[in-house]
């Protein structure tokens, strides 16, 4: 008969031996993350131009599941904010802007970041490229491994996107050449290789490139390479936008000129290099620079990829492409992310483990970042101290193209202002605009989008998006949609109830 004493220390080894194989099989996550990359610019997705290509990426779609769309924020900074707590914008607490652009703050211990539970639980959590979320990166609390160029501690520093960045390696600052998209991508390798990470544990790596903000500069050996083909003209560049809010007209950017050439014909009033309103560019010119911008990303994918098959890691790892939002290039008018049309602020979404997640399947479902969230920590088996304002999208991962699904989906553009600051919505001032777009709350519910500008006197809006993808027809003026009207209204009070939004019964 085994000794007590004994028994105990084999029981005990039994557990930590348990406990250290769950912690090996589960896998790790790598989040690639781009910036302001509008979904036609993969050619994965078929509203891209013929002419776009790039393979590494719809690679990773046939390899996995393509979402026609996410909705993670309206712009840079809510985005991210929304990814790191599981909460839609109105919901992250204490998240202020504060002091010369784009300065930010936060109250660690209020407004947690989800990373942080990860290394309580046996990850081991790293952060690499652009970080916008408060001075307070989180290194240490929240990252174990950290190389960021953060944009607000470095005003003067914020526009250089894609050289002579001011870098933090762990906390360590100094200015780095290069290209900024290929240093991401070396750094991230290195890492995926094993450096600068506990090699025994796994790992979650959120991949934040700054491409394809404005400036949107490509690459040298890229440059040009896209030169002489045709943009898709959207239907309403010019105008007109009936039935639409009254901001449209004034943020167009797109006109004709003499030759009646599109070109863009307004200019921001800053003079920073992360200008992407160059007065007099063609159409046809900015797209090209956009998509020539973005090959560097798409090489960077697969030599990630590649990194993973060499070091065994491959069959282990979930990875996601997304990006914070889109950039609408030339839709409604626009030169601009922020405002509640697809093109401006959907990104494109592709995740993909293969042998685990179903191949080469498309999912018409949107999700937002709360859903993600909560779905990595199902993935991971970690479990958040805090309620997060996600849906299980467990069923939509397992069966795609289902139409078995009827929860609607939230997404909220609350300006500048984040938590309870989001109460009571303001009517004016530079906290309640970004880019010239007010406030509103966004809703999917199948087919139809919703849109309720909270602006006193404005339109709301309904689009089918099946019938009318480029949101060209707005339902909710058509007295026989009123009833759906009526039923979408309902339904975005609801789920802005569930998410503990003040504002929700005080909407204009």
């Known amino acids: ?27 790790n996550i790598l989040f690639i993350y781009t910036d302001d990359q509008n979904y036609k610019t993969l050619s994965c997705y078929p509203e891209s131009p013929d002419w776009v290509n ?28 929304s990814f790191l707590t599981g909460h839609l914008q109105h919901g992250v607490q204490t998240m202020r802007m504060e002091g010369e652009y784009p300065g930010s703050a936060y109250d660690p211990q209020k407004c947690r970041f989800w990373p942080a539970v990860f290394r309580e639980q046996g990850y081991h959590t790293a952060q690499i490229g652009k970080w916008h979320t408060g001075i307070d990166t989180g290194h240490g609390r929240d990252w174990e491994h950290q190389i960021v160029w953060n944009r607000p501690a470095h005003p003067d520093n914020a526009g250089n996107y894609f050289y002579d960045q001011i870098i933090s390696f762990n906390g360590v600052e100094r200015t780095v050449p290069g290209y900024s998209t290929d240093n991401y991508t070396k750094w991230a390798l290195e890492y995926i290789k094993g450096k600068d990470r506990d090699v025994e544990k796994p790992w979650y790596l959120w991949l934040c490139y700054g491409a394809v903000h404005g400036p949107t500069t490509p690459a040298d050996r890229h440059e040009g390479k896209l030169a002489g083909n045709r943009a898709d003209v ?9 039935d639409k809010p009254s901001y449209l007209p004034k943020v167009a950017a797109w006109g004709r000129d003499q030759n009646g050439e599109i070109r863009r014909r307004k200019k921001k009033a800053d003079a920073t290099n992360f200008n992407t309103n160059t007065a007099g560019q063609s159409l046809d010119d900015w797209v090209q620079q956009t998509n020539e911008c973005a090959m560097a990303i798409d090489e ?12 065994g890691q491959f069959e282990n790892t979930l990875v996601v492409f997304t990006a914070d939002q889109g950039f609408s290039l030339g839709e409604h ?24 997640l179903v191949e080469g399947k498309v999912c018409q479902h949107p999700v937002n970042a709360p859903d993600l969230v909560r779905w990595f920590c199902n993935v991971a088996e970690v479990t958040l101290p805090w309620q997060t304002d996600g ?11 289902t139409n078995d699904w009827d929860l609607p989906m939230l997404m909220t553009h609350t300006g500048r202002k984040y938590g309870d600051d989001t109460y009571p919505i303001p009517t004016d001032g530079p906290m309640y605009e970004v ?40 339902l909710a003026t058509d007295p026989e949609h009123l009833e759906l009207l009526h039923d979408l209204r309902a339904k975005s009070v609801a789920e802005l109830e569930r998410t503990n939004a003040r504002f929700a019964n005080e909407m204009p």
């Open 300 to 311: 960077g994918v697969g030599r990630l990829m590649a990194a993973l098959r060499e070091s």
């Open 391 to 401: 849906r299980d999208i467990r069923p939509l991962i397992r069966d795609p193209e």
């Open 1 to 27: 008969m085994m000794h007590a004493k004994t028994y105990r220390a084999v029981l005990l080894f039994l557990v930590l031996a348990g406990a250290r194989s769950v912690a090996a099989d589960r896998p």
């Open 333 to 356: 008018g626009l030169n601009q992310k922020v405002a509640a049309y697809d093109a401006a602020i959907a990104s494109p979404l592709i995740v993909s483990h293969p042998g685990v």
């Open 234 to 242: 959207p239907a309403d560049i010019t105008g007109p936008w009936p």
């Open 435 to 474: 880019g010239g777009i007010p406030w509103y709350v966004l809703l999917r519910d199948g087919r139809y989008k919703y849109i309720r500008t909270l602006v006193a006197g404005e339109p709301e809006e309904i689009y089918d998006l099946e019938s009318d993808p480029e949101e060209l027809r707005n």
């Open 54 to 81: 790039t393979p590494h990426i719809d690679v990773l779609a046939r390899r996995g599941i393509r979402f026609q769309r996410g909705y993670f924020g309206a712009w840079c900074m809510p985005s991210r904010a």
